[in-house]
């Protein structure tokens, strides 16, 4: 089932986690296996901030938290080890969970073999690298993982999530979303629906030399999209193109670091509900997660079938 969610303010900066927070919260009853984050904040004019684990969550009270943290420190010490090795200069770390980082780093060469190099190390996944993005996922509800991670301090101007039932994979990260668009810093996916030409797509995809982390369908759209501004094309160019290219149901939201899109496949079997005014853009799959924003009586509508809109900050 799921839900997914994205607002984006025109004009101004807000504290777009707490926002995110409370629209993916009122969408808990449609997916309570993980909540993922992508948050467009303030930014790094000169730096890259890259956010990425080193395990899995096995939960609270485990006696494998403690067994995997010897684990987890050779494998933060060998991403460190290649950060040199590529030339990477990081200006600050910092550890949320005994498996998660967050580095603010300068490097000026090519983000896809830093990824490569990067995700080398076992069980190691880049979860997004950008100026701005910030893209954190995890099990539990939104209320959780926002604590879990400080969520509710980021401020920005836009931001897109999504609460996950899990159907085709298991109940992991790795699984969840958002799906940082590889290898393009600032540009993240969240999908409700099912692709049915997946694995034909992804092997394509592959042979290209693109990267899967998981066996989640959702993740294709994140690689595909990726694929296509590889060539040149235009976010908005390549999501059109998604909608007769990629097979199934689907209703996605996308961002950038300047931008949301949506987009929804011609049979518009998946539901969004869309708020937009002269300054703010609010996107649920129910309109409960809107009116977490603005409790008082607004004009919504449910997107055309086969449609794609894109707004800018």
């Known amino acids: 089932m799921c839900g997914i969610a994205g607002l984006i303010h025109k004009n101004k900066t807000v504290n777009i986690g707490k926002e995110l927070q409370d629209m993916l919260q009122a969408l808990k009853h449609r997916g309570p296996d993980s909540t993922g984050f992508a948050l467009y904040g303030e930014g790094h004019d000169n730096d890259f901030l890259m956010r990425f684990k080193v395990g899995e969550n096995v939960g609270e009270g485990s006696s ?46 090519d983000l896809m073999e830093f990824s490569k190099k990067i995700e080398s190390v076992e069980m190691v996944e880049i979860l997004s690298i950008g100026k701005s993005l910030e893209l954190v996922k995890d099990l539990g509800d939104a209320g959780v993982v926002s604590n879990q991670y400080g969520l509710h301090k980021i401020k920005g101007t836009h931001g897109i999530g999504h609460t996950r039932m899990a159907t085709e994979s298991g109940v992991d990260i790795r699984s969840a979303h958002p799906f ?14 099912q692709l049915t030409n997946y694995w034909n797509n992804r092997r394509a995809l592959e042979r290209k030399g693109m990267r899967f982390m998981s066996e989640c369908d959702s993740e294709l759209i994140a690689v595909y999209l990726a694929e296509k501004m590889r060539k040149g094309i235009s976010l908005e160019e390549g999501m059109n193109a998604s909608l007769t290219e990629l097979d199934g149901v689907f209703t996605y939201l996308v961002a950038t670091i300047d931008s949301l899109g949506m987009a929804k496949d011609t049979m518009a079997a998946k539901p969004m509900v869309l708020y937009e005014s002269d300054d703010l853009i609010a996107l649920g799959s129910e309109e409960i997660a809107i009116r977490t924003l603005l409790p008082q009586e607004i004009d919504t509508y449910d997107p055309y079938e086969g449609e794609v809109k894109v707004w800018q900050i």
Do not use: C, M
């Open 64 to 109: 494998a938290i403690n067994e995997g943290a010897e684990i987890y420190d050779l494998r933060k010490a060998q991403v460190d080890k290649y950060l040199i090795e590529l030339g990477a200069t990081v200006i600050k770390e910092e550890q949320i969970t005994p498996y998660s980082f967050k580095y603010i780093l300068k490097y000026d060469k």
């Open 180 to 193: 940082w668009g590889y290898p393009f810093s600032d540009v993240s996916v969240v999908h409700n629906g």
